[in-house]
């Protein structure tokens, strides 16, 4: 039966996986699994000493992960949604400040000017809330023919507004066969998965390489 995590990048959704943790290794059974990985990509940073269980399992997905990626990485992070911008603060009442009283009420020039500040700040912050989504893609060949360099080549070549692709490796499927396991960060207005694997990745020139793609993890940031 799935188990369902949700605020991974909160101390009570962290508290909640701790406790699920303990005396634990792995998230399912004995073994490393798509769903430690799954978990991984949702928790934002190694916890501190308040979740030891959490800290100690993510130490040993980062071994894995090591192993698999072995190469230099210099470490990155990703911010989340832009904060709501603060309600502009109604203006006191002229009564209440009798140093500053205005016995005409009339708005000055500064006034105008703030205010007019004000809202063209709310504007384009309005337009900062999209946000972003990792999600890990299993790209299949067509045989174990397919030059797989070639083709992490030509899956790396599409190129849209939003997309980051990240780091990838090569695991086998079988019959000598392997498929290109690779992470990318969406931002979520710009770019669709879906749009992405049915309009770029199985579409000339890139399907002369990749025979099908499938969604293997999918997390908000």
Partial sequence: MAVT???LHTDSGLKSLDDFL?????VSGDQFTKDDIKVYA???EKPGDAFPSVAKWYEVVSSHLAASFPGNAQGVRFSGKAPAPAEAA??????EDDDDLDLFGDET?????????????????KKKESGKSSV???VKPWDDETDMKKL???????????LLWGASKLVPVGYGIKKLQIMLTIVDDLVSV???????LTVEPVNEYVQSCDIVAFNKI
Avoid: Q, W
């Fill in 22 to 26: 303990s005396g634990k290794t792995y």
């Fill in 90 to 95: 109604p203006a006191k009442p002229a009564a």
């Fill in 109 to 125: 020039e500064e006034d105008k000017k703030a205010a007019e500040e004000r809202e063209a700040a709310k504007k384009p912050a």
């Fill in 5 to 7: 995590f949700s605020n």
């Fill in 136 to 138: 890990l893609l299993d």
């Fill in 194 to 200: 879906d749009s992405l694997i049915e309009e770029h």
């Fill in 152 to 162: 992490e080549e030509a899956v790396r070549s599409v190129e849209m507004p939003g």
């Fill in 42 to 44: 949702a928790v934002l």
